[in-house]
């Protein structure tokens, strides 16, 4: 069944040859799917199951029972997720979703497609715990924004995926309650933070998720996973609802198998929230509206279009995998016809200094609300101080201790100047 | 007898206020209750800006040695903005509601959830910073200062810390005359918005660690109430002043004029006791002609003006004290309490080197622009502020008593300046104002604006009484007292509710503090310059109550004439309302009588003590008010008959021209009303 809602795989652009044996989950990975004529049903799953539903050749529930079934089978094994949604309320939803169509009525954009939610984005109806052990069972009273935006357009929420603890980490590694594998080599990591949103759409345990970038938490797992991941521009997502890592930094970005799906993803969740006083006012175009089908497009496509390379990526001191990879994205931009120009960046090695200093600065502040006071885990201690000392020694784990500490630390006075200031500057200039 | 007192008032139209609306039935003249003040930092209700010293017998001792000294004190003020809703979410604020019932996600820090600031709070910080002559800045942020307390729920406050939104202003004021009068400008440093946080409920064994919350209910914790997040994101004006002022008097009054200042603007109610308005206090010494600083001592829990003054007296006594006796490095940096029953200050927390609070600009918050259109469209919108209506107002002609009466209270001042507008005259309008409408509004716990009689009215009785006539609304041209009588029969009528309510009994007397009264007159030099010549016998009703203390000052201010004698009587003894009154109207006063009655002390008398001695009180008052005029004291045991008829019989004994009792029910009260 599930064949009729994918697109048919053309693994040619992730060869899977030779890791059969070693990796016996790559079947579950959807890749990037190639050409057809049509644009909407075979690159974007999020429109075949559009078309699949309206047409009747598929019910929401049909369809949200096989991606059940494809998680219960799978999860054991690959740990995406910290919380699956009930599956009796999944059904439930879905099959509102087939009465509506049943009866003509009007279905959201996102009917039936089945969304995964990385964890430290809240959700009023499931635990939110931001991969963290002082969160442990909390429940917000609330949707994030994002949420809130693709339920309303008929998306379901399957569960909530693992992460590095409040998006600290790229590995999945340091999440306080289990580590995800790489559906590709169930032996690897499938990047960080959100490890857990990247493998699940990777596994084909849902179709679309949510995760968050703060210094690559969206980019790198994708990348690790074989999946589409997005990182929006700083503002064009609202963070409401987002658990706060470094403020200035974070974003909501958006997993798929598909460029298509990644866009459709986006533009729901995109534009202006009142309850973010970040997000940005500017009008959010329609990204679908730009779809080409990739068979229409010509040998060359990309033919005209000039694109920098950064020197300071391939300079000596890289790593020559990173390298080779750069190179060989480079060679095949060339093929579809861009021009490349290497370009000099001469602040580029200012980037991760001031990222880690402006990422820790807002960390040690923004999770000093985990103070065992009003929710979360609470160290039973007679005394203030040493409730909030056991409170966040027990709840934390250590790669967010770090961070507190190193934030704490740049934000002290005598310190302020020289590190959080700086790095500041450092920050406006690469603006 | 009744005839004899309105010819007064057609000879003196300048001394007719609603009270002489009398009815002059019977013989008897009832009074309304005349108490109204004009209220400064230094004559609050309640407390007697007196004990300078902890011990009396130092008096002397440390007033010498204070004089070598010179006090640098400078105020730090927390406004809380009256906007509709908190500074960045859409919570309203509800003073004494019930804990957490008015907090959400944002204001409870929650995982996730985001600040958004109100514009209003931006609207009232420019305000406030216009009103205090400051330098806006037009390009400000908000920072977060950060620091680990229960009511604290984000574990940082957002503040503004290195650009603050104004700079550099200043306030000007003018004494009391009580207090030697004259102007002061203070120096404002800057004002800074800022968001309040909760309220510890300190319960039981005061133990907010005690109980393990349900992870999966986060309202379970704030339904035990041990931490109230209400209060928590109420928007806030820092104001932090210049250390320019020099007494506890200066600093009151500057605590004061910002009072009046946030009022005026109508961004916050100013209300100390609420906490609407917070006083913290730095105080140094240094001995006279020193340029150096002394070492500052933080003061807080100072909950009224006055306490603002004796704290700070306090403090300077005691700092110089210690100054005096070498023992100066007593004087550490630290925060004191100010203790109201005790009258002092005691140490609260000394100050280990300087809190860090880890400031850095709130990156969940866009930056704070001004542009020059905004801010000149709220400069032009400002209201005629305190210090230009009492400049306006002295140049009326005004003396300064009456200028800080009218312009104290803005509803009062614009409701002077509506009766001017109308065409009254300056000086009938503010005696009419500050006598008996003010004498009302405390009566009935009224503001300005709930009182039906409004300034056209006023003014066109005001132009009335003065031309010898009462004509305009209330109507008709009078003469005689059946034509009076028979018109406040009409305004009675035509209010029939106002007259249930106060056949009710809802007149209150709880909130009068009748030892303020007969003050009153004695500053505001509320004399009748009555020209008639016979001879009067005129008697007043003496009872510890609100009522009687209203008698005799109606009586000392408009009955009694300069070859008049004046008998107290009282009806001794018996019944329960003598108990009734003493219980509600005790208080705390730290004076003893004698001490209480001297001119320049603003405390009443004791109500807990005995009759005597409210009876002497009274004497005494008189004889401030009235010093020609013989008082005398007489009892008389009812023996089981009716008090009216007691009363009666012994006013013929005596030979008594006219007996004013004081009543609950004012007729003033029905005109105003």
């Known amino acids: 069944m599930l064949s009729t809602i994918q697109p048919p795989r053309y693994l040619s652009r992730f060869p899977l040859r030779g890791r059969t044996k070693s990796r016996p989950f790559h079947i579950l990975s959807s890749a990037q799917p190639v050409t057809k004529t049509s644009f909407a049903a075979d690159q974007s799953q999020i429109l075949s199951i559009r078309d699949s539903l309206l047409n009747r050749h598929l019910s929401a529930v049909e369809l949200t029972h096989s991606y059940l079934d494809r998680l219960k089978q799978t999860e054991p094994h690959i740990n995406c997720f910290l919380h699956v949604s009930d599956p009796d309320k999944v059904l439930k939803q879905a099959q509102d979703i087939d009465d509506k169509i049943k009866r003509n009525e009007e279905v959201g954009p996102l009917a039936g497609v089945l969304v995964a939610i990385k964890d430290n984005i809240c959700t009023a109806d499931m635990p939110s715990t931001g991969g963290s052990y002082i969160l442990e069972g909390y429940r917000p009273p609330f949707d994030a924004t994002a949420v809130k935006r693709l339920k309303d357009l008929g998306a379901i929420v399957v569960g909530k995926t693992n992460l590095d ?50 210094g690559g938490s969206v980019r790198q797992p994708a990348s690790f996973c074989g999946v589409v991941g997005l990182k929006p521009t700083y503002g064009r997502v609202s963070r409401f609802g987002l658990m706060a890592y470094a403020s200035s930094l974070d974003v909501i970005g958006c997993f798929g198998s598909s460029v298509a799906d990644t866009g459709i993803l986006l533009h729901a969740i995109s534009g202006h929230d009142s309850l973010d006083a970040t997000s940005s006012k500017r009008e959010v175009p329609d990204f679908t509206s730009q779809f080409t ?34 190179e060989g994205a480079a060679t095949h931009l060339e093929q579809l016809g861009c021009v490349l120009k290497e370009v000099s960046l001469p602040s580029f090695s200012l980037g991760l200094p001031a990222y880690y200093i402006l990422a820790s600065s807002e960390s040690s502040s923004n999770l000093s609300r985990y103070d065992g006071v009003r929710y979360g885990n609470q160290a039973s201690s007679d005394e203030l101080n040493a409730l909030y000392e056991e409170s966040r020694a027990k709840g934390f784990g250590s790669e967010v201790k770090m961070r507190i500490l190193m934030g704490t630390y740049a934000l002290s006075a005598g310190y302020y100047d020289a590190y959080y200031k700086r790095a500041q500057q450092v920050s406006f200039l690469l603006q | 007898m009744a005839s004899t007192l309105f010819r007064t008032i057609q000879i003196h139209p300048f001394l007719l206020c609603p009270t002489a609306l009398f009815s002059g039935r019977n013989g008897v003249l009832y009074c309304t209750m005349k108490s109204s003040q004009t209220q400064t930092a230094t004559q609050e209700k309640q407390q007697p800006p007196k004990v300078k010293v902890p011990q009396h017998a130092l008096k002397k001792t440390v007033d010498k040695i204070t004089r070598d000294y010179e006090a640098i004190i400078g105020i730090e003020t927390h406004v809380q903005l009256s906007t509709l809703t908190k500074a960045f979410c859409s919570c309203p604020y509800n003073y004494g509601s019930q804990p957490n019932t008015s907090i959400c996600p944002i204001c409870m820090g929650l995982p996730g959830a985001l600040p958004v600031l109100n514009s209003k709070v931006i609207e009232f910080a420019v305000k406030l910073g216009l009103a205090l002559n400051c330098k806006l800045s037009l390009n400000s942020k908000f920072d977060r200062k950060q620091y680990f307390y229960p009511d604290l729920p984000k574990g940082y406050q957002i503040s503004q810390f290195d650009i603050p939104i104004a700079t550099g202003g200043y306030v000007d004021l003018d004494l009391p005359l009580e207090f030697g009068g004259g102007h002061r400008k203070f120096g404002i440093t800057r004002v800074h918005m800022e968001e309040d946080a909760g309220k510890l409920l300190h319960s039981g064994n005061g133990d907010y660690s005690q109980e393990i919350i349900s992870p999966t209910s986060i309202y379970s914790y704030f339904s035990k109430h041990t931490v109230d997040l209400n209060r928590a994101g109420v928007p806030l004006l820092e104001i932090v002043s210049e250390p320019d002022m020099r007494t506890g008097i200066e600093a009151a009054e500057y605590a004061a004029e910002l009072q009046r200042v946030v009022r005026y603007l109508g961004i916050s109610n100013g209300n100390m006791q609420e906490g609407s308005l917070r006083c913290d206090v730095n105080v140094s010494i240094r001995p006279v002609g020193q340029s150096e600083f002394g070492t500052k001592v933080e003061i807080k829990n100072l909950n009224s003006f006055s306490s603002i003054n004796r704290a700070i007296d306090f403090e300077i006594s005691r700092q110089a004290l210690l100054h005096s006796q070498g023992q100066s490095d007593q004087i550490v940096q630290e925060t004191r309490l100010w203790e109201e029953g005790a ?29 020059h259109e905004y801010v000149d469209s709220i400069s032009n919108s400002l209201p005629e502020l305190p210090e230009a209506k009492r400049r306006r107002y002295e140049k009326m002609g005004l003396s300064m008593q009456d200028v800080l009466f009218l312009a104290n209270d803005m509803n009062v001042a614009e409701y002077f300046d509506a009766t001017l507008s109308s065409g009254a005259d300056i000086k009938l309008a503010a005696n009419w104002i500050m006598g008996d409408i003010a004498a009302y509004m405390k009566n009935e716990k009224l503001s300005i604006n709930d009182i039906k009689l409004t300034p056209q009215e006023l003014a066109e009785l005001i132009a009335s009484i003065k031309s010898g006539t009462i004509s305009g609304k209330i109507g008709k041209e009078i003469a005689d007292p059946v034509e009076i009588g028979k018109m406040i029969d009409k305004v009675i009528s035509e209010n029939p509710k106002q007259l249930e309510q106060y056949r009710g009994g809802k007149t209150k007397l709880q909130g009068f503090f009748a030892g303020q009264w007969w003050f009153r007159f004695v500053f505001a030099g509320l004399r009748p310059l009555m020209v008639t010549p016979p001879a009067r016998k005129v008697m007043v009703v003496a009872d510890p109550a609100p009522h009687s203390a209203a008698a005799l000052q109606y009586a000392l201010s408009h009955a009694l004439l300069e070859q008049d004698e004046l008998i107290l009587l009282h009806v001794e003894n018996t019944s329960s309302w003598k108990n009734t009154l003493t219980t509600f109207l005790k208080r705390p006063t730290i004076a003893s009588a004698a001490n209480a009655m001297t001119p320049n002390n603003f405390s009443g008398p004791d109500w807990g003590s005995t009759d005597i001695n409210f009876l002497d009180q009274m004497k005494y008052a008189s004889e401030i008010a009235q010093p020609k005029i013989p008082v005398r004291i007489e009892k008389i045991d009812p023996d089981g008959k009716d008090k009216a008829t007691v009363i009666l019989s012994k006013s013929k004994d005596l030979g008594i021209d006219l007996i004013i009792i004081g009543q609950k029910r004012s007729l003033s009260s029905a005109i105003l009303g």
Not at chain 1, 294 to 321: C, F, M, N, W, Y
């Open chain 1, 293 to 326: 089908s990739a068979s229409s497009l010509k040998s060359r496509p990309l033919e005209g279009l000039r694109v920098g390379l950064i020197r300071e990526t391939v300079d000596a001191g890289v790593d020559s995998g990173v390298k080779s990879a750069i």
């Open chain 1, 165 to 214: 603890e409040f998006g600290m980490g790229s590995t999945t590694e340091a999440s306080a309650f289990k580590v995800t594998a790489n559906p590709w080599d169930l032996s690897r990591v499938p990047g960080g933070s959100s490890g857990g949103s990247a493998a699940s759409v990777s596994a084909r345990q849902c179709i679309v998720s949510l995760g968050s970038d703060t």
């Open chain 2, 343 to 371: 009258q002092k200050t005691v140490t609260m927390r000394k100050k280990e080197g300087l809190s860090d609070y880890r400031y850095f600009p709130e990156p969940d918050l866009p930056e704070v622009i001004l542009t």
